[in-house]
């Protein structure tokens, strides 16, 4: 297995492309029944086979991610061969990027000197999608980018 399964929630909500999934292998739900039965370590292989593509198309895609704590915020941009980073870091030891009023508390200093921000590029050393699981395992979520693009777009003006 590359990735990690998917979590039963997430079968769950893949319930019908899992069916599909079943199908291109001509098992039906009968068969699956008594896969699951009789032998549990085939059924364990096709469900680590079904969440790698599952994780595979979703890190194919994957173009802005985040990851916040409670004095950093980790802003990244993939491309096909490296990550654009954006770190902003809170040098007051109070603020908190979870809660609502640290992130208002960002909005209003956004380019004082209470904020350290950081930019970087790393060229991917593995496999692009293995670095970007290794982001998500790390506590990054994909997301659309917009406060990447906010910040970038001040950055270059």
């Known amino acids: 297995m590359k990735y990690a399964r998917l979590t039963k ?3 769950d909500e893949l319930n019908a492309e899992f069916a599909s999934f079943l199908g291109t292998q001509a098992i039906d739900k009968a068969e699956w029944d008594s896969i699951k039965i009789n032998k549990p370590e085939v059924a364990e292989q096709e469900l680590d086979v079904f969440s ?3 994780w595979e198309g979703v890190l194919s895609r994957a173009e802005f991610l985040e990851h916040f ?4 915020i980790f802003l990244f941009q993939c491309f096909d061969t490296h990550v654009q980073s954006i770190v902003l870091k809170s040098l007051v030891p ?3 990027f979870l809660t609502k009023e640290g992130l208002q508390w960002l909005s209003d200093n956004m380019f ?3 904020i350290e921000m950081k930019v970087g590029k790393k060229v991917f050393t593995d496999d692009r999608n293995t ?3 290794e ?3 790390q506590g990054a979520f994909l997301s659309d980018g917009q406060l ?3 910040i970038n777009t001040i950055i270059e003006s």
């Open 112 to 114: 004082t000197e209470t």
């Open 135 to 137: 982001l998500i395992q």
């Open 131 to 133: 670095s970007i699981f």
């Open 69 to 72: 704590s409670k004095n950093h």
């Open 52 to 54: 790698d593509l599952i």
């Open 94 to 96: 109070e603020t908190d």
């Open 9 to 11: 929630e997430q079968f």
């Open 148 to 150: 990447f693009k906010q």
